[in-house]
């Protein structure tokens, strides 16, 4: 691309008004290789410079470099100070928890968003070091806060950080809060201008945590060799304290992936979903005996399950695990009028849960800030990606070390009885039927994609009937299958969630009912590939 004066002045205006010495020098050196008709630096600069990370429903969340498009200590200064304005606009100032995790540059995102909002007047409490952010969701309950801010970039890739609010229900944004805090930042003066103060406070709020999920476990059995992995993020020694804590003491951790490690050397991607991932975590459990393994995404909001088969070990999908904590906790607990909740990519299946344990159930869109929120008197939210809400009365999102407890007390008790989880999830295909899940994701640019969602609305395939619960959601059903198309928030991508439901007539008919369905299943996929990109 050309470089121009406007992209040239632009880069000066920035590199001027940030207040990181490192981040303005790297800013500065990418102008001079553009200035220099360096080859690609006009392209970096430019991309650099392009629109300003968007502040959604998860905050922000973006590549640690410097310039607006970049998570860096300005861009973290200016939208602090459009939360506060946000915060403040009643007046009112009240505390703020402030958390991070172990990514490049947490240490001193964490420490812009204190000094900001300290300066804006508020009362800020910063965890004592990296922790998971269930810890951070709790505080802001556990301390009445008016919002609490986790740095954290989840499971994205190691070049990643992000910026995530809490509001004072505990809760993730949700519209229209974000495009309110948005505004707020873009009116927010340069980042260099904005005022910062010391004086935030520590605050600890483990302990307090810990006695919490500790009281999670509804049986007394506790024999039960867990093996577990942090994948290189900050949740281990809280996760093996929670599990000790509830009475499980005999966990085993993945050593090479046991300490915080920004560049998570042993992954390619630091998420229990990849392929690859829970690799050195099954080979441990296999290599100890174990009867459980947990993984946790690098915050520990996420938790998936790994199994052992007469096959050797494997992971369960998130419905699966979705299904066997939802079914624990409402055939142990007691509940008046209970909710469970899940989003509508998620498998049916916890809808016939709750309808034999004379719960309500509910569906939302993807996504926590809409799960918390499914109505009054919720006690279990899950959505398909390893996400578990198992104690809404305490972190209202999903936690993953909170449901890797309620996931051993289930493996104890069942232990305990001679039987295992892969013996409950027989015993709830045979109650509900076979519910099989998958994921079908096409790239597309938006404009293919977009036509190809409108096609299937107007005009349903024979045998399908369309429904749009949301503007960018589109649900396809005929009996016993179900496909629900959306667009990804982040790539230009048209993802598709298959549901095939097989009725099992017996326990003796099981196998043959997961053998058809697992038969329309594939047949499903070729047909769904067909129709998006025909």
Same mark, same amino acid.
């Given at each position: 691309?050309?470089?121009?004066?406007?992209?040239?002045?632009?880069?000066?205006?920035?590199?001027?008004?940030?207040?990181?010495?490192?981040?303005?020098?790297?800013?500065?050196?990418?102008?001079?290789?553009?200035?220099?008709?360096?080859?690609?630096?006009?392209?970096?600069?430019?991309?650099?410079?392009?629109?300003?990370?968007?502040?959604?429903?998860?905050?922000?969340?973006?590549?640690?470099?410097?310039?607006?498009?970049?998570?860096?200590?300005?861009?973290?200064?200016?939208?602090?100070?459009?939360?506060?304005?946000?915060?403040?606009?009643?007046?009112?100032?009240?505390?703020?928890v402030v958390g991070r995790d172990a990514r490049h540059g947490s240490a001193a995102f964490a420490e812009a968003t204190a000094g900001v909002l300290t300066a804006a007047g508020f009362d800020v409490r910063?965890?004592?070091?990296?922790?998971?952010?269930?810890?951070?969701?709790?505080?802001?309950?556990?301390?009445?806060?008016?919002?609490?801010?986790?740095?954290?970039?989840?499971?994205n890739p190691p070049a990643d950080n992000g910026y995530k609010v809490y509001l004072a229900d505990g809760a993730q944004l949700a519209p229209p809060v974000d495009a309110e805090i948005e505004a707020a930042?873009?009116?927010?003066?340069?980042?260099?201008?904005?005022?910062?103060a010391p004086g935030a406070t520590t605050v600890d709020v483990t302990e307090a945590y810990l006695d919490r999920v500790a009281r999670l476990p509804r049986g007394t059995a506790r024999e039960l060799r867990?093996?577990?992995?942090?994948?290189?993020?900050?949740?281990?020694?809280?996760?093996?304290?929670?599990?000790?804590?509830?009475?499980?003491?005999?966990?085993?951790?993945?050593?090479?992936?046991?300490?915080?490690?920004?560049?998570?050397?042993?992954?390619?991607?630091?998420?229990?979903?990849?392929?690859?991932?829970?690799?050195?975590?099954?080979?441990?459990?296999?290599?100890?005996?174990?009867?459980?393994?947990?993984?946790?995404?690098?915050?520990?909001?996420?938790?998936?399950?790994?199994?052992?088969?007469?096959?050797?070990?494997?992971?369960?999908?998130?419905?699966?695990?979705?299904?066997?904590?939802?079914?624990?906790?409402?055939?142990?607990?007691?509940?008046?009028?209970?909710?469970?909740?899940?989003?509508?990519?998620?498998?049916?299946?916890?809808?016939?849960?709750?309808?034999?344990?004379?719960?309500?159930?509910?569906?939302?869109?993807?996504?926590?800030?809409?799960?918390?929120?499914?109505?009054?008197?919720?006690?279990?939210?899950?959505?398909?990606?390893?996400? =578990?809400?198992?104690?809404?009365?305490? $972190?209202? !999102?999903?936690? @993953?070390? %909170? +449901? #890797?407890?309620? &996931? *051993?007390?289930?493996?104890?008790?069942?232990?305990?009885?001679?039987?295992?989880?892969?013996?409950?999830?027989?015993?709830?295909?045979?109650?509900?039927?076979?519910?099989?899940?998958?994921?079908?994701?096409?790239?597309?640019?938006?404009?293919?994609?977009?036509?190809?969602?409108?096609?299937?609305?107007?005009?349903?395939?024979?045998?399908?009937?369309?429904?749009?619960?949301?503007?960018?959601?589109?649900?396809?059903?005929?009996?016993?299958?179900?496909?629900?198309?959306?667009?990804?928030?982040?790539?230009?991508?048209?993802?598709? =969630?298959?549901?095939?439901?097989?009725? $099992?007539? !017996?326990?003796? @008919?099981? %196998? +043959? #009912?997961?053998? &058809? *369905?697992?038969?329309?299943?594939?047949?499903?996929?070729?047909?769904?590939?067909?129709?998006?990109?025909?």
């Amino acid at each position: 691309m050309t470089f121009t004066p406007a992209l040239r002045d632009a880069a000066m205006r920035w590199i001027a008004d940030d207040p990181d010495p490192a981040t303005r020098d790297e800013l500065t050196k990418v102008l001079a290789a553009a200035m220099a008709k360096a080859p690609g630096a006009a392209e970096e600069l430019a991309d650099r410079m392009s629109a300003p990370l968007k502040f959604g429903t998860a905050g922000l969340r973006g590549i640690v470099r410097a310039g607006p498009a970049g998570m860096n200590v300005a861009v973290v200064r200016r939208a602090t100070a459009g939360l506060a304005a946000w915060l403040a606009r009643d007046g009112q100032r009240g505390t703020v928890v402030v958390g991070r995790d172990a990514r490049h540059g947490s240490a001193a995102f964490a420490e812009a968003t204190a000094g900001v909002l300290t300066a804006a007047g508020f009362d800020v409490r910063v965890l004592p070091e990296p922790l998971p952010t269930p810890l951070l969701a709790f505080a802001v309950q556990h301390l009445g806060a008016a919002a609490g801010v986790q740095i954290t970039a989840s499971h994205n890739p190691p070049a990643d950080n992000g910026y995530k609010v809490y509001l004072a229900d505990g809760a993730q944004l949700a519209p229209p809060v974000d495009a309110e805090i948005e505004a707020a930042i873009t009116a927010a003066p340069p980042a260099l201008s904005v005022p910062v103060a010391p004086g935030a406070t520590t605050v600890d709020v483990t302990e307090a945590y810990l006695d919490r999920v500790a009281r999670l476990p509804r049986g007394t059995a506790r024999e039960l060799r867990i093996a577990l992995t942090p994948l290189h993020g900050v949740g281990g020694a809280t996760a093996v304290a929670a599990l000790a804590r509830a009475g499980f003491t005999d966990v085993r951790v993945v050593a090479s992936q046991a300490e915080p490690d920004p560049d998570f050397p042993t992954v390619a991607f630091p998420n229990p979903e990849e392929p690859g991932a829970t690799d050195e975590l099954l080979a441990l459990a296999a290599q100890i005996d174990a009867d459980l393994a947990i993984a946790l995404d690098p915050d520990a909001d996420r938790c998936a399950l790994g199994v052992p088969t007469p096959d050797g070990w494997r992971m369960l999908t998130g419905d699966e695990t979705g299904a066997l904590l939802g079914d624990h906790l409402l055939r142990t607990g007691s509940y008046r009028d209970p909710l469970v909740v899940t989003t509508v990519v998620s498998s049916s299946m916890l809808s016939r849960i709750a309808a034999a344990h004379g719960a309500r159930y509910a569906e939302t869109l993807t996504g926590f800030k809409w799960i918390v929120r499914g109505g009054p008197g919720l006690v279990y939210g899950y959505e398909e990606a390893l996400g =578990y809400c198992v104690d809404p009365d305490a $972190v209202r !999102d999903k936690d @993953g070390m %909170a +449901a #890797a407890v309620v &996931a *051993a007390d289930l493996a104890a008790a069942l232990k305990a009885d001679g039987r295992t989880l892969l013996d409950r999830l027989d015993e709830l295909a045979i109650a509900h039927g076979v519910h099989l899940t998958a994921g079908v994701s096409l790239r597309m640019e938006p404009a293919v994609r977009d036509a190809a969602v409108a096609r299937l609305q107007s005009s349903p395939p024979a045998g399908w009937t369309a429904e749009r619960p949301a503007p960018d959601v589109l649900r396809l059903h005929r009996p016993g299958a179900r496909l629900v198309i959306r667009p990804s928030g982040t790539e230009p991508k048209l993802k598709a =969630y298959l549901q095939i439901v097989e009725p $099992v007539p !017996d326990a003796a @008919g099981l %196998a +043959a #009912a997961r053998g &058809a *369905a697992t038969a329309r299943l594939e047949a499903l996929r070729a047909e769904v590939r067909g129709l998006l990109e025909g």
